[in-house]
């Protein structure tokens, strides 16, 4: 009993695969899915070698990193690119995988994998990774170490460092201790911002202290507080935005997420904090920016839940493709009010009375 609770790392599989990985399990059992033999889904496959890669038994961890290194790339590509990947998974995965290029470019543009591999990769990657690490301006302006082992990369061009350097002097970011941050403020402001950019705003640490908004339990803001909040919130830069977006409780992450600049808003959503509640309320605003409807219809376990994937059915701004994916899993009774529905995109409300005539067909040809 328990053993979920007892070994929380096993949480990503699906209860019917932990057996394969459980140091309780018989070892020929752990053996068969170290060998890659046991048929898994990429995504489990990847999660499965990996925590093999830590069992008791040391002929099981070295087949198992064997069996990684040779997964064919049907099956690697697919996992690296799978956004419902563990963060730890994806994390391994990269320091395994970091002398290929193709792979590494997969798993930096992979938004669940950690910051903080992405800025080990950055210190010694090849320059075509490099460049991939340097596009990924929500990482470089979430986690400052990102661009200092970019900076740190011998590898890395003049012009790639110049480039990245001016975007997070301009966004905000401020880092004392790197010469080419200092350089592009230099260019920018001119030679007296050296040491500091001028009007730097609010930091993230301070609006967490100052309203406490850091404490998902904490109360709602108080309403004389809430326009003087919203007025601090303009005056932050790009940069702490977003590590207020990330940091932040509900109420700071409302703000932001409608926030005009669209790194803050997706940083938002992608908050580790944000919970289901809140990914309904998106499905269902027409003001959500088209971004961060984009990341709410890519996350395997949102679309998971019914009432998302019906409000983002029923929201014009998610694309008819998407919308018209989701519709073709919904329950008949939804699909009938939806072919009703004129508040819903027409060519939803015209898909859905076409599925219905077709269900109908059988049952006219039959009178």
Not at 109 to 114: D, F, H, R, V, Y
Request: net charge positive.
């Amino acid at each position: 009993m328990g053993q979920a609770e007892e070994r929380p790392a096993f949480d990503f599989l699906p209860p019917a695969l932990r057996k394969h990985v459980d140091p309780a399990s018989p070892l020929p059992l752990r053996m068969m899915a170290a060998k890659a033999l046991v048929p898994l889904a990429p995504a489990d496959m990847l999660g499965a070698l990996y925590l093999l890669t830590q069992d008791p038994d040391e002929a099981v961890r070295t087949t198992a990193a064997t069996s990684a290194e040779k997964l064919p790339d049907r099956i690697l590509g697919s996992a690296l690119r799978d956004e419902g990947v563990a963060p730890a998974v994806l994390a391994w995965a990269l320091d395994r995988l970091q002398s290929s290029d193709v792979y590494v470019e997969m798993l930096v543009l992979n938004a669940s994998t950690p910051d903080e591999a992405v800025a080990r990769v950055a210190a010694h990657c090849s320059l075509r990774s490099l460049e991939i690490v340097g596009q990924n301006q929500l990482r470089l302006l979430r986690h400052e170490d990102v661009v200092r082992q970019l900076c740190l990369n011998p590898k890395a061009t003049g012009a790639l460092v110049d480039s990245v350097c001016d975007f997070c002097v301009r966004s905000g970011l401020h880092l004392a201790d790197v010469p080419q941050m200092r350089a592009a403020r230099i260019r920018i402001f001119g030679p007296e911002a050296a040491d500091a950019a001028p009007n730097p705003g609010p930091t993230a640490e301070e609006i967490l202290t100052e309203y406490q908004v850091g404490d998902e339990s904490a109360p709602p803001l108080e309403e004389s507080k809430k326009l003087n909040f919203a007025q601090r919130i303009v005056k932050m830069s790009i940069s702490e935005k977003i590590k207020l977006a990330t940091k932040g409780n509900k109420e700071a992450r409302g703000y932001l997420l409608r926030d005009s600049n669209k790194l803050v808003a997706v940083a938002a959503i992608r908050s580790p904090k944000i919970t289901d509640p809140e990914i309904l309320a998106i499905a269902n605003s027409r003001q959500a920016h088209d971004d961060v409807l984009r990341v709410v219809c890519a996350n395997r376990e949102w679309v998971k839940l019914y009432p998302v994937k019906l409000a983002l059915v029923k929201n014009p701004k998610v694309p008819l493709p998407i919308a018209m994916k989701f519709l073709s899993t919904l329950r008949e009774s939804e699909v009938r009010e939806l072919a009703r529905d004129k508040n819903v995109p027409s060519g939803i409300q015209m898909m859905a009375r076409k599925a219905m005539e077709k269900k109908n067909e059988p049952k006219k040809q039959g009178h």
